[in-house]
């Protein structure tokens, strides 16, 4: 079956501008989540969806904002880009009714560069 | 912030030697996962363990788990040049549907 699926593979975007991701989960797996992956920082939780809903949320400022559709695709976007949101973004998907027990499922990411 | 700790941070063997990564975390579990990263691309998902277990294997895989010291332990058997990859330990918090992820290993596996 297909895998995640992150789009763009690649982007450049200059400070202040908004940029949004996309992630299209493996089919009949409804939780998303996302996360940041820096140097400096390592792996860290942005905020999971499950069925449109926003179920949980990392320490990330307001500026980070996510949603979920009804196919459980999701985007996630970032306003007022600073130099320090260049990282490389990961979505993850899972079953949820056992992501425990399977796993999450990445995607291959979207690495943002803020010029 | 990251809760779990990696060690060693990198480590370099040869083919055919064994690999063994540490990971500790601070706080209880549901589980621990480990996922393999090649080159900045997706992680990959190799293996998980429950709070109630000790011990388990996939392959050339054996991870250990120890609640008491809050430790686990990857082991790769007998590696190849191929294992060569960034490994991520991962704990997902009891109550919660989040992995709070290490800064993670990086093996070298030379021919």
């Known amino acids: 079956k297909a895998g995640v699926t992150q789009t763009p593979r690649y982007l450049i975007k200059t400070r202040g501008q908004q940029v949004t991701l996309s992630c299209s989960p493996i089919s009949g797996h409804r939780s998303v989540s996302w996360y940041q992956q820096t140097p400096g920082q390592g792996l860290q939780f942005l905020f999971e969806?499950?069925?449109?809903?926003?179920?949980n949320k990392g320490n990330f400022p307001g500026r980070f904002s996510g949603r979920q559709f009804s196919n459980s695709r999701s985007e996630m976007n970032v306003s007022t880009l600073e130099l320090g949101d260049s990282a490389l973004y990961l979505c993850a998907s899972s079953t949820r009714q056992s992501p425990g027990r399977d796993g999450y499922t990445f995607g291959s990411g979207t690495r943002l560069t803020v010029v | 912030s990251q809760q779990g700790e990696e060690d060693p941070q990198a480590l370099s063997i040869q083919e055919g030697e064994n690999a063994t990564m540490n990971c500790s975390y601070k706080t209880s579990i549901n589980n621990l996962q480990w996922y393999r990263q090649n080159s900045g691309r997706g992680l990959v998902h190799l293996i998980l363990i429950r709070s109630n277990e000790r011990e388990k294997h996939s392959g050339r895989l054996r991870v250990t788990l120890d609640t008491s010291k809050k430790s686990s332990s990857l082991l790769i058997t007998a590696s190849r040049a191929a294992d060569t990859a960034s490994y991520f330990c991962?704990?997902?918090?009891?109550?919660?549907?989040?992995?709070?992820f290490g800064k993670g290993t990086m093996l070298l596996v030379s021919p």
């Open positions: 969806y499950f069925s449109e809903t926003q179920r």
């Open positions: 991962a704990s997902m918090n009891s109550g919660y549907s989040t992995l709070t």
